[in-house]
């Protein structure tokens, strides 16, 4: 059985890889006081605002985060920058932007049913 959260030759994927491969079921990231913060992945996400697409990942937080009810999810929005190296997921802080992620995701939902 081939594990899902390696990658071709073995080595484990990053969890950006995980996030777009849709295999991160459970995440643990850190908040900014360095705090271990554990996720369930819900969702990947592309959504064009204007002229740029981007990838936003929705996840669930499965330990209590302050300000986040418990059927509440939070949207990320992904970094990824080949040259350096970096990657990287940061909260969206645009309300808006986050809204629309989350319809977009409803649509997702809606569409394969």
């Known amino acids: 059985m081939k ?3 390696k990658g071709a030759q ?3 994927l990053g969890i950006i890889e995980q996030i777009l491969n849709g295999t991160a079921d459970k995440l643990t990231l ?3 006081s360095e705090n271990e913060v554990e996720f369930e992945w819900i969702a ?3 959504y064009k605002n204007g002229e740029e697409t981007r990838i936003y990942c929705i996840l669930k937080p499965t330990t ?9 999810a939070i949207v990320f929005k992904i970094y990824e920058q080949w040259l350096d190296g970096f990657e990287d997921i940061e909260v969206e802080s645009d309300l808006d932007v986050a809204e629309a992620v989350f ?3 409803e649509k997702l939902c ?3 049913e």
């Open 3 to 5: 594990d899902e959260n």
């Open 10 to 12: 073995g080595e484990e």
């Open 30 to 32: 850190l908040d900014e």
């Open 44 to 46: 990947t996400v592309p």
């Open 64 to 72: 209590q985060v302050e300000g986040v009810a418990d059927d509440e």
């Open 103 to 105: 319809a977009e995701y």
């Open 110 to 112: 809606e569409s394969e």
